[in-house]
């Protein structure tokens, strides 16, 4: 049992370049979101996907998609990177239980040169 | 709208307690939760409390609710080195999403 696992973990673009960061969870939970975290700013969701098949803007979203490819797998891409897309991205998953817990992945650190 | 403010960094002694607080703004919300994240990791969620509950205690931890003023308190009892990360809190809100605050670096020395 994996968990919420998350590629790459780290990753160097140029502006302008594209690429998809890839979140799969074994958990078999419904909702899966992404997340960004900045210094002092804790973490703003980017898109969430209540379950297969549908996906949702979530604080910060411009610049990013989103494809929820099925129940395990929600992957964000970055069509053309900007220096102000460097960040951390989470991955998480949630419980359909009372609670909410949210469970998260390692983490992919981007930079954008 | 929605938010959660937590103050940025405390330091303690490692065998001291630490108490970590947080205000947040949206009165209905159900559940606040506490996470961790250690160095290079991802959130691991420590506790969460209900919002019809005034406390709730985990070995070590002690969580504190006040509804009226809207401030959430983590308590670490007997702080060890291990203890040493960022602490998130986070509201569940009434749009079906986690709101978290800017996390709360935790520095314990020996």
């Known amino acids: 049992n994996a968990g919420v696992t998350q590629t790459p973990k780290f990753q160097v673009l140029k502006t302008g370049q594209s690429m998809t960061l890839q979140c799969a969870q074994d958990?078999?939970?419904?909702?899966m979101y992404w997340y960004r975290q900045d210094p002092g700013m804790g973490l703003r969701l980017i898109y969430y996907?209540?379950?297969?098949?549908?996906?949702d803007k979530g604080e910060v979203p411009n610049g990013y998609n989103v494809s929820r490819l099925n129940k395990r797998e929600f992957s964000l891409r970055l069509e053309s990177a900007a220096p102000s897309q460097t960040s951390v991205y989470f991955c998480?998953?949630?419980?359909?239980?009372?609670?909410?817990?949210?469970?998260f992945g390692p983490g992919t650190r981007l930079t954008v040169l | 709208g929605e938010d959660v403010e937590q103050s940025l960094f405390l330091s303690v002694r490692e065998g001291d307690s630490s108490v970590i607080n947080c205000t947040y703004t949206?009165?209905?919300?159900?559940?606040l939760y506490w996470y961790k994240q250690e160095p290079g990791a991802g959130l691991q969620l420590l506790t969460y409390?209900?919002?019809?509950?005034d406390m709730k205690q985990d070995q070590r931890l002690t969580v504190l609710l006040n509804k009226k003023d809207k401030h959430l308190s983590l308590r670490i009892a007997d702080t060890q080195t291990g203890d040493s990360a960022i602490y998130f809190c986070?509201?569940?809100?009434?749009?079906?999403?986690?709101?978290f605050g800017q996390g709360t670096t935790l520095q314990v020395k020996p």
């Open positions: 998480a998953s949630m419980t359909g239980g009372a609670s909410n817990e949210q469970f």
């Open positions: 958990m078999n939970h419904n909702s």
């Open positions: 996907s209540a379950s297969e098949g549908t996906t």
């Open positions: 949206d009165s209905s919300s159900t559940y």
């Open positions: 409390i209900f919002s019809n509950m």
């Open positions: 986070a509201e569940w809100s009434n749009t079906g999403k986690l709101i």
